[in-house]
């Protein structure tokens, strides 16, 4: 079923004032506590992968043990990548600066530039699914398929191949290339503190980001030279792989379905984007990734509110979103390979405008 598109016969302050007055308190001892036991697990899985690296253990020991070290760290390391967000939504704590500087080391670590992120981040809880204003996930249109003579949909291997592409190179490609992110007049990348999606203003801060990111990867660079490549790929390297595939996998989901409406400026409101996002199911995972899965609506209307009372605040506005929450519980592996396969593009023109799949559509 499609979501609805009409304006909502609620305002966002009546869903505020649904919500408990504490899910809005943001608590520094409480947020920390939530980040050190992320550390501590980081830490203890390291551990182990140091041991079973020296140990010399049978192969076959091996060959069970690393995939589920990788799998394992890239989860609990994408719970810290949350808690970076958080930061870049100062709702970790009340100070700015606390936020800013801890959101610098924790997205750096993970080879994120951390402000360039925040601003182009932001920019899209402003303007989700506008057309024109929204700077992830943006639809692909009729013509730009036809111009790649990509229209068509595609068979078994090459869905696979671009699924594949998209949770490894996607992210990457976000940062230096703006990509599936809003067209503008000329290149853009996360790096350039003069690209259009910064403002003069904001110039110092990209600039404070790459300087980051630069000694960071000139440590990984001194380490890989030190010690040796190889360790800091198996330790480090393919975890961070796996946080990349997370990232694309949640955030695609969160906004990427056949039945989510994207708009144009003539019908698009804040309120109508913010409801466009989609709450889903991860099992276990949504307690590793402090329910930035299954709460994402909420979020998106509460961005300054810490993830520990989101939950709460899904349940207490449910009753008066109605049929303005979407929620879909398709297993998230199927629900992926649905929306890779037939999100495929929107026209070009109308106010309201729905994913289509096949070129007679």
Not at 10 to 19: E, I, M, S
Not at 254 to 267: K, L, S
Request: proline share 5%.
């Amino acid at each position: 079923m499609k979501a609805p598109t009409e304006t909502p016969p609620f305002t966002l302050k009546d869903l505020k004032n649904a919500v408990p007055a504490h899910c809005f308190e943001r608590s520094f001892l409480k947020s920390t506590l939530y980040l050190i036991w992320d550390l501590l697990m980081v830490v203890a899985l390291l551990l182990v992968a140091i041991w079973v690296y020296n140990a010399g253990l049978p192969w076959y020991v091996q060959v069970l043990f690393w995939p589920a070290y990788w799998f394992c760290q890239g989860c609990v390391l994408f719970g810290v990548w949350i808690v970076a967000h958080e930061c870049g939504h100062y709702s970790y704590c009340d100070s700015k600066a606390i936020c800013d500087w801890l959101g610098l080391v924790l997205h750096t670590v993970l080879l994120v530039p951390y402000h360039s992120w925040r601003i182009s981040h932001s920019h899209h809880h402003r303007n989700t699914n506008r057309m024109d204003g929204d700077e992830a996930f943006v639809p692909n249109t009729r013509t730009l398929l036809e111009k790649e003579d990509d229209l068509e949909f595609p068979n078994v291997f090459r869905r696979f191949y671009h699924l594949v592409k998209y949770l490894t190179i996607g992210w990457p490609a976000y940062l230096f290339f703006h990509a599936r992110g809003r067209p503008y007049h000329k290149h853009v990348n996360h790096f350039n503190p003069s690209a259009p999606i910064f403002k003069k203003k904001e110039f110092w801060d990209v600039v404070i980001s790459d300087v980051a990111l630069a000694l960071w990867v000139g440590f990984l660079v001194y380490l890989s030279v030190n010690t040796n490549l190889i360790s800091v790929l198996v330790f480090y390297g393919v975890p961070y792989l796996v946080v990349n595939m997370w990232l694309v996998i949640v955030t695609y989901l969160q906004h990427t379905d056949i039945t989510v409406p994207h708009y144009d400026d003539q019908e698009w409101t804040w309120l109508k984007g913010a409801l466009c996002t989609i709450d889903r199911d991860y099992g276990l995972l949504n307690t590793i990734f402090h329910n930035l899965t299954d709460a994402h609506v909420a979020h998106h209307l509460f961005s300054y509110m810490p993830h520990y009372h989101i939950k709460e605040a899904t349940e207490a506005i449910k009753p008066i979103l109605g049929k303005y929450y979407n929620y879909d519980p398709t297993p998230v592996w199927q629900a992926l390979w649905k929306s890779d396969s037939y999100c495929r593009f929107v026209e070009d023109f109308g106010g309201v405008r729905w994913y289509k799949a096949y070129k007679h559509e």
